[in-house]
């Protein structure tokens, strides 16, 4: 069972979640409403328009692989199923998302473990 403290965690996660989900695609639907924008070859390449952004591209690719060998070694570790399906859906949806969903997930095993 989950304790208070880990239901008010976990609806801290389904909160940043779900604003990441509004925040992310938001911009992504911004970006393939304007004309001419490359489809998915253009996006990566706004990615790198400048210093700034290229930072924050390589520092977001660089938390995803870490967040993806956390979420491989937790799933393996605590019998959590289906993670091939937040990792594909991280890429698809987005990271920002998809993380914080498998959190939940974690926290909810590592209770029934612990019961």
Same mark, same amino acid.
């Given at each position: +069972?989950?304790?208070?403290?880990?239901?008010? !965690?976990?609806?801290?996660?389904?909160? @940043?979640? $779900?604003? *990441? /989900?509004?925040?992310?695609?938001?911009?992504?639907?911004?970006?393939?409403?304007?004309?001419?924008?490359?489809?998915?070859?253009?996006?990566?390449?706004?990615? +790198?328009?400048?210093?700034?952004?290229?930072? !924050?591209?390589?520092?977001?690719?660089? @938390?995803? $692989?870490? *967040? /993806?060998?956390?979420?491989?070694?937790?799933?393996?570790?605590?019998?959590?199923?289906?993670?091939?399906?937040?990792?594909?859906?991280?890429?698809?949806?987005?990271?920002?998302?998809?993380?914080?969903?498998? !959190?939940?997930?974690?926290?909810?095993?590592?209770?029934?473990?612990?019961?």
């Amino acid at each position: +069972m989950l304790t208070a403290g880990k239901k008010a !965690l976990c609806l801290f996660y389904g909160a @940043v979640s $779900l604003t *990441a /989900l509004i925040a992310t695609w938001s911009q992504n639907l911004a970006f393939l409403a304007q004309p001419d924008n490359g489809g998915a070859l253009g996006f990566i390449h706004q990615s +790198m328009a400048n210093p700034a952004a290229a930072s !924050l591209s390589y520092d977001l690719l660089f @938390v995803c $692989l870490a *967040a /993806l060998a956390f979420m491989l070694v937790e799933s393996g570790r605590l019998g959590i199923r289906y993670v091939w399906l937040y990792i594909l859906l991280s890429m698809a949806v987005a990271i920002s998302v998809m993380f914080p969903l498998f !959190l939940i997930a974690r926290e909810i095993r590592l209770a029934a473990r612990s019961q």
